[in-house]
């Protein structure tokens, strides 16, 4: 049920968004070649981008108002489903990263499958960390 609302919700929607990949912006040059960097240094970026839609959705779902009464009844994934839209930048700006990094069409890929998969435990772990 998540997959088949988020992925409609996001792939759905075309934004134009600027990766700003960080080691091109911390002064290392052969982020503007995605086949000179390390798997490691793929994942890295990858990872800021992932953190970054989280953080994002994990905040909307905070943010909203059946937040508490959602969190009583054990369903928290209808919050997540509505908190994308808010998110599209941030998701998108992952999706293409992951496009640049790994490939056309990787994206989409990592995100209806591995994204998709462990966003409610993700956000899951953001929320009670922030409770804490």
């Known amino acids: 049920m998540i997959l ?8 759905g929607v075309s934004l134009a968004v600027t990766v700003a990949l960080e080691p091109r912006d911390a002064g290392h040059p052969e982020a503007d070649n ?18 970054s ?10 943010a909203n108002p059946g937040y508490r009464d959602a969190v009583k009844g054990g369903n928290v994934n209808d919050l997540i489903v509505d908190s994308v839209p808010t998110c599209l930048v941030p998701v998108r700006s992952m999706i ?3 496009d640049r990094l790994f490939g056309q ?4 890929t990592f995100f209806v499958g ?12 953001i929320v ?4 804490e």
């Not at 839609?53 to 905070?62: D, F, G, K, L």
């Not at 591995?114 to 772990?125: E, G, K, Q, T, V």
């Not at 009670?128 to 409770?131: I, L, N, P, T, Y």
């Open 4 to 11: 088949a609302s988020l992925a409609g919700v996001t792939l």
């Open 34 to 51: 995605p086949a000179a960097l390390s798997l490691q240094q793929k994942r890295a970026v990858i990872r800021r981008l992932v953190n």
């Open 53 to 62: 839609a989280n953080e994002c959705i994990a905040n909307t779902v905070t």
């Open 96 to 98: 293409d990263g992951y």
């Open 105 to 108: 069409g990787a994206g989409e």
């Open 114 to 125: 591995p994204y998709l998969d462990a966003l409610p435990a993700a956000i899951n772990r």
């Open 128 to 131: 009670q960390g922030a409770a």
